[in-house]
């Protein structure tokens, strides 16, 4: 029996089957409204110093590298809820936005929530009158909590069936000492963010280009509050000091401060690659409010001029946990209006080490 025939091998030199393009996106995703909310009180760093850590020399240098001379502190009365609240009633009346129409009411958050209820979310909805939203929160990422909640937020925005309008909302406030040389100075406070899925050229504020996200866990033990489930279930409470941020690897502590700006740059040259952007093509470089001395560095890294870095609300309301993103967003949509086509990166740093780099153009 004879063999079957072979088939013929392709020719040589074939053109190759070209990949079909990716389709046209249908949608974008932009922020409709960006706001935020302090707590009357406040401390001044010198009055912080004196009070958290009577003994200690805070070095001029110290003082130059964070930069932050105040910060808003919670009443007993306060909550992070209620905090949460305000800022988005705020969000909401800058939007003219109905709660009603809100499909998602989200929270992110690092610092502990009320206790005396399961969902954040539910409650600030709740008082804000978004009946109709699904409610969930995102932490578990440091400072870095907002940027991990924009990296989940968009892709499921722009998803055929997503949600069209969501408010993403935090309230932090500090349960131990607010002092945490040599790195920052925390506070209290609330911000607010609603985003809107609109069809393409149809953007009712600045569109989010990417939402990238980046985790280097090597760091995760460097430094961190004691309280936590086993100093609860041995001791059978928590006291405020348990709750104060502190150093638990000095070396790791000293590899942090010496090397953020340059670690963070690198995160932001990846998603700028990724965008086709270049660091000339921004208009602001806004970092989270932790330290002066980190944007300034990474200004000089991407020899950026000192009017394209937003340094104003490191001195008038520093470091407040998840807020700062919400915070300094406002502060350009209020303060220093976008022109057309211009492009922003906004990148921040949460212990675990996680790092978030989100791109805004208008």
Known sequence: M????????????????????????????????????????????????????????????ERRNIGVKYVHTAALTDTPSSLATTAAQNALARGGIDPSTLDMVVTAGCTPPDFDMWSMPTKV??????????????GEAGCASAFAAMRVLVPMMLAPDGPRRVMLVAGCITPGGHFFPPAT??????????????????????RVIRADYYTDCQYIDSFGPVAGLMKLRLDGQLVPADWTVRIKDIKQMEVLVQTTAERGASFVKKTLKKARWTPEDLRWLILDNVAAVVPEVMAEIFALPQDRVLLENIRRYGHAWVVDMFVNLATIFDEHPLAPAERIVCAGMGQGEHWGVMLLEN
């Open 185 to 206: 100075i925390y506070g209290d406070g609330a911000g607010a963010l609603i985003l809107e899925r609109t069809k393409v050229g149809k953007a009712t504020g600045p």
């Open 2 to 61: 004879s063999k079957p025939a072979v088939k013929a091998s392709k020719k040589r030199g074939a053109p190759k089957a070209e990949k079909p393009e990716k389709p046209a996106p249908s949608f974008e995703v932009s922020i409709r409204s960006a706001a935020f909310h302090f707590p009357e009180g406040g401390i001044s760093t010198s009055a912080l110093v004196l009070n958290e850590q009577p003994h200690r020399v805070f070095f001029l240098r």
């Open 125 to 138: 909805a709740k008082n804000i009158g978004a009946l109709n939203a699904e409610c969930f929160g995102i």
